[in-house]
């Protein structure tokens, strides 16, 4: 039976490695994705503007409206200007 070469522990090695710093970013990356989802959850999204303009400019889209009463709780900064 042949022996295995010397350096081999050395590949064994470097894909533990590699392997491990993978499942680690892996699982950093999420976290980060969920610490940006909770602290950026109040922000408006972009589509939320155009939403807004959509209903201004009138009806192409009906099933996107606004109601003009959720106005305050989306932009809570159109409230200060009135």
Known sequence: MLKPPK???FLDLTVGIVF???????????RSEDFRKDTFS???????YF???????GGQLRGTRLKRKDYHKWFPE?????
Do not use: K
């Open 20 to 30: 491990v710093s993978g499942i680690t970013s892996f699982i950093i990356w999420r």
């Open 51 to 57: 939403y807004r303009a959509e209903d201004i400019i």
């Open 78 to 82: 159109e409230d200060n200007n009135q």
């Open 42 to 48: 109040r922000v408006p999204r972009i589509a939320d």
């Open 7 to 9: 350096w081999l522990w």
